[in-house]
């Protein structure tokens, strides 16, 4: 296959057709291009960027290279939601069953991460016994029984992404708007879903640096995938400071579990204030109701957040949480060994303020690359990740705490790390002598393709309520 009338094309700021994405991607998959064209015209694609008929035809042909799911008649909507990534996200843990307990099917397929901290799937795998890789008909039959699934990618869902993903990595042409958007959405798309979430991270810590750029791809994303038949909407973040109080794959595991936990025994919301979880409950919250917007199951924002928080603070999602743990193999005797174990890695440090003073900074990135640097993340695909090592029991932002309070624990490998990783730790803390103000954490959402915006001011402290209703941009 000659992909060179292509890379002159793209290269020359031309465009190229429906019919010429499906031939690439076809190529791609078959080996018939060799890696050297891809990497031109990916290099090209990254320079001159792509128009959106081109993402969508790139991203539905991507779509179409492998397995495409087609579920039951069932009154249950199909939904999913996806993360840019951020340090501490382990949100895709206690939602999936939150919405499963909620109505709705949940075929969550997800992915590894590269750089800091571990993906989705280096978590659950931190849990003995726990399976991500399931026959298309057991997850099938899971979602259809449990009500949630979350597996890896196999073999035949979107292989072209697999190759032009290495492939961009490879070539420093990852950070290309319409390559995200289709490496994204095929995979989602591919899902069968009836309804997305989106949650695009802006800040330091995350992919997109500026709101600017996090609202352009999530405007993108939120378009095509309503295009093609999905409804959507996205949340765009703040990724400055890390999300709950734990970076670390198993550290996240356990905390999620602590928190549905915590929500299966609350009679109220209130009941939780303090424990440094808000941030946890406003995404969770907000990713919940706006699936329930979405699917019409809610006409309004008020509506949506009683239902979410009705069945969040009952045992429902626990229970989900637990079917689903069982369902892909999981050893509860041997989990629930390890939730109650201070530490799975050999030795942990605990780290104090030297001052009195108020939680002004907490440096996201500045953990992410400590628990990166540990072990717990990975520079290249093929690096293990150690599930044991990260941070915890990080005080939050705006807390008050004196000379000698907990700023957070380390967990380490030896002890020749631990000084160093304190180090780090201490550094990615400022304390203040005022309180700092409020900053929030949900800071936009993009709608549906007609233009409508849902704007949210959510603040960490969970108290702030968006607006009752889709309002016009």
């Known amino acids: 296959m000659n992909a060179l009338p292509w890379i002159e094309s793209k290269r020359d700021g031309g465009t190229l057709s429906e019919a010429d994405l499906r031939a690439f991607v076809q190529g791609v998959v078959q080996g018939t291009i060799p890696d050297y064209q891809i990497s031109a015209l990916l290099m090209a694609i990254y320079f001159r960027g792509m128009d959106p008929r081109e993402t969508a035809a790139l991203t539905l042909a991507m779509r179409d290279s492998g397995r495409v799911f087609r579920w039951p008649v069932d009154p249950r909507p199909v939904v999913d939601k996806h993360s840019t990534g951020g340090v501490g996200d382990k949100v895709s843990l206690p939602l999936a069953p939150l919405l499963a307990a909620l109505g709705f099917r949940v075929p969550m397929i997800s992915g590894r991460a590269l750089g800091i901290t571990g993906g989705t799937l280096d978590k659950l795998e931190s849990i003995p016994g726990y399976c991500t890789r399931l026959a298309p008909e057991r997850f099938v039959a899971q979602v259809q029984e449990v009500g949630c699934a ?52 802006c800040g330091r810590a995350a992919f997109m640096r500026t709101y600017e750029e996090a609202r352009a791809l999530a405007r993108a994303m939120v378009d095509l995938a309503e295009s093609s038949g999905v409804r ?4 765009i973040t703040d990724m400055n400071i890390p999300l709950g109080r734990a970076v670390g794959n198993w550290l996240e595991v356990k905390e999620s579990h602590q928190w549905l936990e915590a929500c299966a025994r609350a009679s109220a919301p209130a009941s939780l204030v303090g424990r440094g979880w808000e941030d946890l409950r406003c995404l969770i919250s907000g990713c919940a109701a706006g699936l329930l917007l979405l699917t019409g199951r ?9 239902q979410v928080e009705s069945c969040l603070f009952s045992p429902a999602p626990l229970d989900r949480w637990w079917a689903m743990l069982t369902a892909q193999g999981a050893d509860r005797e041997a989990f629930e060994r390890q939730l109650r174990a201070e530490s799975l890695a050999p030795v942990m440090v605990e780290v104090h303020a030297d001052r009195d003073g108020w939680v002004t900074d907490c440096d996201a990135r500045q953990l992410g690359e400590l628990v990166r640097d540990l072990g717990g993340g990975r520079r290249t695909a093929e690096d293990p990740v150690d599930p044991a090592v990260g941070v915890d029991e990080l005080a939050v932002y705006g807390q008050h705490i004196r000379k000698g309070d907990l700023l957070g624990r380390v967990h380490v490998r030896d002890r020749g790390q631990a000084v160093e990783a304190a180090r780090r730790l201490r550094a990615a803390f400022q304390l203040g002598d005022m309180a700092p103000p409020d900053r929030p954490l949900l800071l936009d959402w993009v709608g549906p393709a007609d233009g409508r915006v849902l704007a949210v001011r959510g603040q960490r402290d969970g108290r702030s309520q968006p607006p009752g209703s889709w309002s016009e941009a």
């Open 150 to 201: 979350i597996v890896g990618q196999t073999e035949d869902l979107v292989p072209a992404d697999r190759k032009l993903y290495a492939l961009r990595d490879a070539t420093g042409t990852v950070p290309s708007l319409p390559l995200i958007t289709s490496s994204i959405l095929s995979k989602k798309l591919a899902e069968g879903l009836d309804a997305l979430v989106l949650d695009v991270k």
């Open 232 to 235: 959507t909407c996205a949340l």
């Open 298 to 306: 809610a006409g309004d924002w008020e509506t949506a957040m009683r």
